[in-house]
């Protein structure tokens, strides 16, 4: 069984070393453990200095393609390279590697497919308490959204099985965190967590400038890919909103009518009319997304057994080329 570690990079050549150092290269029912680096662009030493460590395999984008594209660049390898389980992790050594056995337990033991690493933000003493509460909101809604329990929704450090990962196709620019949860639930995978370790800060966030910032994104993000994977439930809900509004002031026209003195509040009742109208076509918008929504389906499944079928063909030609080397060294 192979493990392959990804590590997403842009300018770690400080970071880098004490990341690797901390990746276990044996571990219990694991015959191999390699590294792959993707480098988003880094303009610094950070492909030199990945070389000098002897990682196995890297990945170039020419420019800073950001962390989800890097993410998404990385699975993608590793699949090439025949990972069994993979394993991401952040080029920062915020997350503490010597944890990674305890990630792939459950995959390990059968019980998940997917794994994330929890934090315990609570706990984690250099997190002002400003992000701890952030952390615990967001996962608790994030969790409400995907209906995927896990008490730390943003963490980067992950695992996931062959399958999972042949299922999971990124498509947001922020981060692939919430996205990939909302996939998970969506296709029903079996998801899990378990506590890891943090190392202490060694730089700042460079995936965001601030918290509001985060927030933006983060809830901006979220709303997408909801809209995305779920859009008759995400439209029925603003149609239901915009039609409460539009009843709401058709209803205080009909009181006043009813009263006397509609004229003076016509105005309510052209409004309604137009708002309602309005949340009939967003219902109208949700059906038509629903449509699309199993288009995507189709074409994800259709994608998925093609990357299936090109894995195993590759796979196929390794033990065809390993099967003609023993016998040319049983000819000699």
């Not at 015959?31 to 480098?39: A, K």
């Not at 990945?59 to 594209?69: C, E, I, K, S, T």
């Not at 965001?208 to 779920?230: D, E, G, K």
């Amino acid at each position: 069984m192979k493990l392959i570690v990804q590590i997403p990079c842009f300018n770690e050549e400080h970071t880098l070393p004490q990341t690797i150092a901390d990746i276990p290269r044996q571990i219990e029912g694991i015959d191999e453990v390699e590294i792959l680096v993707i480098d988003d662009g880094s303009s610094d030493a950070t492909v030199s200095v990945a070389k000098k460590l002897g990682v196995d395999y890297i990945v170039h984008h020419q420019g800073n393609r950001g962390l989800a594209a890097a993410f998404q660049s990385g699975i993608d390898e590793a699949l090439r390279h025949g990972a069994d389980i993979i394993v991401n992790t952040d080029g920062d050594n915020q997350y503490d590697g010597s944890y990674i056995p305890t990630l792939i337990q459950p995959i390990m033991n059968q019980k998940a497919e997917v794994v994330v690493g929890d934090r315990e933000v609570m706990k984690v003493s250099h997190f002002g308490f400003g992000k701890k509460l952030l952390s615990r909101i967001g996962s608790m809604v994030v969790s409400r959204m995907t209906g995927v329990k896990i008490p730390d929704a943003v963490s980067g450090f992950r695992a996931f099985t062959r399958q999972a990962a042949m299922e999971l196709n990124i498509v947001s620019s922020f981060s692939y965190t919430i996205e990939m949860l909302l996939q998970c639930g969506r296709k029903r995978l079996v998801v899990t967590s378990v506590p890891v370790g943090v190392n202490g800060k060694l730089r700042s966030s460079r995936l965001f400038r601030s918290i509001p910032q985060f927030i933006f994104y983060s809830i901006s993000t979220l709303l997408r890919i909801y809209a995305m994977i779920r859009p008759l439930r995400f439209f029925l809900f603003l149609g239901g909103v915009f039609s409460l509004i539009g009843l709401s002031a058709i209803i205080r026209f009909l009181v006043f009518y009813l009263s006397g003195d509609g004229e003076g509040h016509i105005q309510s009742l052209i409004i309604g009319g137009a708002v309602l109208m309005i949340g009939a076509m967003t219902f109208l918008i949700g059906l038509l997304a629903d449509l699309i929504s199993f288009n995507r389906q189709l074409t994800e499944g259709a994608l998925y057994r093609i990357k299936k079928i090109g894995y195993e063909i590759k796979d196929l030609h390794a033990k065809v080329d390993e099967l003609q080397d023993i016998k040319s060294n049983k000819k000699k």
